[in-house]
């Protein structure tokens, strides 16, 4: 019996960054941005009463993204997300210890509004091309003319 579940790994999450992006490159070169991204939910205490809780997640991002979101984004924008979950685990340097930890790795970003973010003067630097240094080109050979060949009609042989 088969089932019709998909066993995927998914997750979307819509929040706000804690932190400005934070963009390294590594040894090989490829970018790579760590986001903190808040997310709120509501829970209803026993008594009725409402309260919010946030909760903290860690995001990569690599590649065009990554630098992307690093130019874009700021402390307090907002973002969409989509990934997948992991979970690292690593030797603590010091202690020797084993930890583990949870991250998304993002897939796809949602950049809500992040346009609107962005400084009025990177705007308009985005828009006029950067001014291109005055290069020096000698003038270049005409090239030699090619004779000009005649077209030389078939003669036809009339069968006699």
């Known amino acids: 019996m088969t089932s019709p579940f998909k066993h995927e790994n998914v ?10 992006p934070e963009l390294r490159i590594t040894a090989n070169g490829n970018s790579v941005a ?28 690599w590649g065009m993204h990554a630098e992307k979101a690093a130019r ?12 997948r979950m992991t979970y690292p685990t690593w030797k ?6 084993t930890r583990y930890g949870a991250e998304i790795i993002a897939q ?8 609107e973010d962005v400084p009025e003067a990177e705007q308009v630097a985005a828009e006029t091309p950067a001014p291109q ?10 090239e030699p003319a ?5 077209r030389r009609k078939k003669v036809q042989v009339a069968a006699a």
Do not use: M
């Open 11 to 20: 997750i979307k999450i819509a929040g706000v960054l804690g932190t400005a």
């Open 34 to 61: 760590t986001l903190i991204v808040y997310t709120n939910h509501t829970l209803h205490n026993a008594d009725g009463t409402k309260r919010q809780e946030s909760e903290r997640h860690w995001v990569v991002v």
């Open 72 to 83: 874009l984004l700021t402390k307090g924008s907002k973002i969409g997300i989509q990934g």
């Open 92 to 97: 603590d340097r010091n202690t020797a210890e």
């Open 108 to 115: 796809t970003l949602d950049y809500q509004g992040a346009e």
């Open 133 to 142: 240094p005055a290069e020096t080109v000698a003038p270049a050979e005409p």
């Open 146 to 150: 090619k004779p000009k060949r005649s």
